[in-house]
């Protein structure tokens, strides 16, 4: 079956700078892939959602990219803020293309600093 | 639009004792889902609802939790009885269908002592 590796458990950044978090997955190509966020105390909240013949995807300050030879997906946070400290999901259907439920991967805890 | 409301946001029992949590979905989303999520890790599937049907239940512990979608809108996780590894949260999740993205309520704090 599918699995996701978020390669980073946590990510310690400066403010102002990009952030950029890694999710890997390892069998069948997904249809589509989704970012969520989470805060502590919270449910996971939608990001983006970026399908397998597009590359790139942004939203605000946001940019999701999509590598199905890789079977990777980059999510970068640009002029990154403390306001974005959280930690990051990356979700994709377990089967394979757009069919069975989402898997998520452990997430990456993202803190920014001042 | 609201939200996805679950309650209670918190709940404490004693092993082998019985808990069961309660979900509204988005109005009109007709999937939902049931998802476990451990300290440090990433939520876990454990029943899928299309209407009032469960679709995917594969995933969840029968011997001990049942779950139910009575008239296709709210939803009631249950658990009896509770063991010690049941601690986690519990959140619940809907969407227009099974390919958009999930909208989640703010889960279920179970500790079981």
């Known amino acids: 079956s599918q699995k996701i590796e978020q390669n980073s458990e946590a990510l310690n950044i400066q403010e102002g700078k990009t952030a950029t978090l890694t999710c890997n997955y390892t069998n069948y190509s997904p249809a589509y892939l989704q970012w969520y966020r989470q805060d502590p105390g919270r449910g996971p909240v939608f990001l983006l959602l970026?399908?397998?013949?597009?590359k790139e995807k942004r939203k605000e300050r946001l940019k999701v990219t999509f590598d199905t030879t890789l079977k990777q997906s980059l999510f970068h946070i640009t002029a990154s803020q403390p306001a974005d400290s959280a930690t990051y999901l990356c979700a994709l259907p377990v089967h394979g293309g757009s069919q069975g439920n989402l898997i998520f991967g452990k997430g990456t805890k993202l803190s920014v600093k001042p | 639009e609201a939200g996805v409301v679950q309650s209670p946001r918190y709940k404490i029992i004693e092993k082998k004792q019985p808990v069961a949590f309660w979900c509204n979905p988005i109005?009109?989303?007709?999937?939902l889902y049931w998802y476990l999520q451990n300290l440090g890790q990433g939520p876990e599937l454990l029943i899928r609802?299309?209407?009032?049907?469960?679709?995917?239940d594969s995933q969840l512990p029968k011997d001990r939790f049942s779950a139910e979608r009575l008239k296709g809108v709210d939803s009631t996780l249950k658990i009896q009885p509770a063991e010690l590894g049941d601690s986690a949260v519990y959140l619940c999740?809907?969407?227009?269908?099974?390919?958009?993205?999930?909208?989640f309520g703010n889960g279920t704090r179970l500790t079981v002592t």
């Open positions: 999740a809907s969407s227009l269908t099974p390919q958009l993205p999930l909208h």
């Open positions: 970026i399908r397998e013949n597009e």
């Open positions: 109005s009109g989303h007709n999937t």
């Open positions: 609802y299309e209407n009032e049907e469960a679709v995917d």
